[in-house]
């Protein structure tokens, strides 16, 4: 293993990729930006804005100004965004505790094992729906419907671009890709 600013990595010619890091609020932030940029279909879409537009429309009904409804609107959606600095923070806050994590992405059957302090879990490849690449890291996602954040692996845990490449590469191999490659660092 070496290590360089406190992160460690172990590239073996078995085909492991070993990364340690802490997750941090920009960790959490590029994964939610990161699951944003996978296609969902209309039906899911439609079900997404029900909420805000069962709102609006009680504000409507309670107001009686399509104003006033229309700036709620408007209000919801310009919130989005600050919404998910809100949870990225949350996710922070509550994972802060668990300390540094250690994943293991092995190119066969074993898939993932990603260990903290006081917790370890494994994921087989075909529990896992995809992935998506960022410029800072890769998120792993669930199968679809849900789509949701499993594991976060950031690029600074592997401080040698032939790292990024290898993990990438066992990715492509084991899992489905959404949209196109991040740039490089």
Same mark, same amino acid.
């Given at each position: ?44 879409? !439609? @079900? %997404? &804005? ?5 709102? #609006? *429309? =009680?504000?409507?009904?309670?107001? $009686?100004?399509? /104003? ?8 919801? !959606? @310009? %919130? &989005? ?5 809100? #949870? *990225? =923070?949350?996710?922070?806050?509550? $994972?802060?505790? /668990? ?26 490849? $075909? ?59």
């Amino acid at each position: 293993m070496t290590e360089s600013s406190g992160v460690v990595h172990d590239l073996d010619a078995n085909g492991v990729v070993e990364l340690r890091f802490e997750l941090r609020q920009p960790d959490w932030q590029d994964a939610f930006r990161g699951r944003a940029q996978v296609p969902q279909g209309a039906k899911a879409r !439609l @079900l %997404g &804005l029900l909420g805000p537009l069962l709102l #609006v *429309a =009680a504000v409507f009904i309670l107001s $009686g100004n399509g /104003l006033v409804a229309g700036a709620t609107f408007c209000g919801l !959606l @310009l %919130g &989005l965004p600050l919404r998910r600095g809100i #949870v *990225a =923070a949350r996710q922070a806050r509550a $994972g802060a505790p /668990l300390g540094p994590w250690t994943a293991t992405v092995a190119d066969s059957g074993d898939g993932i094992r990603f260990a903290g302090t006081d917790m370890e879990v494994r994921r087989g490849w $075909g529990s896992l729906g995809g992935y998506v690449e960022t410029a800072a890291g890769f998120v792993l996602l669930a199968p679809a419907p849900h789509s949701l954040v499993v594991l976060y692996l950031p690029k600074r845990a592997l401080s040698a671009p032939v790292g990024i490449d290898r993990l990438r590469a066992i990715l492509d191999r084991r899992l489905h890709r959404y949209g196109r490659y991040a740039a490089r660092h």
